[in-house]
């Protein structure tokens, strides 16, 4: 639904719309303007605003108008109309009167009223929704249903759907030029993921409504509930309290999570889309078991804070972000997203058990907070580090296969501004 506002005027009142549009050219430049023929041309000509003329008003221009407002897609009519000499052929406010009763839209018929929805959508928060309609195993339509229910009756919401032929990156693109207050994310990591790397450095904060398999990202910031996650992420949204944390780049692209290579890639790579639809979250654990069988270390060259060193590896994780169940990113048992460095783990092991007892000692470490050091892991901070193997390893970004080593990754320090609960 596009955010939309209508303007018409008698004739007799086109110079006083012209001055409103002068006077309030930055809120109106937030929105798609549509206007009868002669007033969105000389409204466009005297400002730098874009206007989309309809036909003149005689011609039937009001009456296009309305339709715009009977599909939802306006917010405020703004008519100036002359109550004194209107001319027959001039647009007729009473039939859009009606329809903007109906559709509950705020019309605006002179100067000080227009001024008053004019400041009313400047104090408005305007939100831009990317909404993955493929993401998890849930009912889309009806989730899109819930999200606006909760959102709309608070925010100015717009909604971008991604396709196949639309990445989710352009569609925030779109949203930041838009003027966006707030662009929201909702669907699995890898949406997030490119969300949140067109807004890194940009200071406006992201929304996360998690719909996908993992959800490691919102996990990792507290967002994701067990019972009503869609719901209890609104309403962290709508509660205003953000958290600064820290983002990265890897090879050039966005990492918000974590970057794994080896095991963890190999492990995402057999949990294809059909398995997360008929499995959920155990695909990723079916598709580990099995890959332990048949995982080989491998030869990693690794530079660190300008040392290189070579070792024999089964997995290797770059940390930004990571909740406990992203097992082999918990080294030292907690993985800091707002301390500027990125929390780099190297686990080997050349048997089936010995893989399972590291894991599982990871595991305790993130639970308990135990820093032991454990056989077969090694963990290392830092605020950039790149990887070479071999013979080439996968590599997985925030839940999504980019390609194969080598790599290297940048910290971002308070890259990124997101809403999430307040942190003890």
């Given amino acids: 639904m596009a955010r939309t506002i209508a303007l018409i005027a008698h004739d007799r009142q086109k110079d006083q719309i012209v001055e409103f549009s002068l006077r309030h050219q930055p809120v109106l430049s937030r929105y798609r303007l549509i206007a009868t023929g002669t007033t969105g ?7 730098d605003l874009i206007v989309e ?80 309609p493929v993401s998890g195993k849930g009912n889309a339509e009806q989730d899109l249903k819930l999200i606006r229910e909760l959102l709309e009756p608070h925010l100015h919401l717009e909604v971008h759907q991604t396709t196949p032929e639309t990445d989710p990156k352009e569609l925030a693109a779109q949203a930041i030029a838009d003027k966006a207050d707030i662009i929201i994310a909702s669907g699995g990591d890898g949406t997030v993921s490119a969300v ?44 205003g309290k953000t958290r600064v944390i820290d983002a990265a780049r890897c090879n050039d692209k966005p990492l918000i999570l974590l970057a794994g290579v080896g095991f963890e890639a190999e492990t995402i790579a057999q949990a294809d889309r059909e398995a997360k639809n008929r499995w959920g979250s155990l695909a990723y654990i079916v598709a580990g078991w099995q ?32 909740p406990l169940t992203s097992i082999l990113a918990q ?10 460095l990125l929390d780099i783990t190297i686990a080997t092991a050349e048997t089936k058990f010995q893989a399972v007892v590291s894991m599982l000692g990871m595991l305790e470490a993130a639970l308990i907070g135990n820093n032991t050091e454990l056989d077969n892991v090694v963990h290392i901070r830092s605020n950039k580090i790149a ?26 320090p308070k890259g990124l501004t997101v809403f999430a609960p307040t942190t003890k």
């Fill in 387 to 412: 990887i070479t193997a071999n013979p080439p390893q996968k590599v997985v970004l925030d839940g999504e296969i980019i390609g194969t080593t080598p790599l290297e990754i940048c910290s971002i």
């Fill in 53 to 132: 003329r309809m036909e003149s008003g005689p011609l039937g221009g009001d009456a296009q108008i309305a339709a715009e407002v009977v599909a939802g897609n306006v917010v405020a009519v703004i008519f100036l109309i002359d109550p004194l000499y209107a001319q027959p052929h001039e647009p007729d406010i009473q039939a859009l009167l009606r329809i903007c009763n109906v559709q509950n839209v705020p019309l605006a018929s002179n100067l000080a009223t227009a001024s008053a929805v004019a400041t009313s959508l400047a104090n408005s928060v305007t939100a831009h929704l990317i909404f993955n």
């Fill in 331 to 340: 080294g030292k048992g907690e993985v800091i997203a707002d301390d500027g």
């Fill in 196 to 239: 949140a790397g067109a807004i890194i450095g940009k200071e406006i904060p992201l929304g996360i409504i998690p719909r996908g398999t993992a959800n490691a990202f919102a996990m990792a910031l507290g967002i994701t509930q067990q019972i009503t996650p869609i719901r209890k992420a609104c309403e962290i949204i709508l509660a």
């Fill in 291 to 322: 890959q332990l069988d048949q995982h080989q270390l491998f030869e990693a060259e690794i530079t660190v804070n300008g040392k290189t060193q070579t070792c024999q590896a089964g997995a290797i994780t770059v940390a930004n972000a990571a």
């Fill in 41 to 47: 041309q000389k409204i466009q000509a005297a400002t």
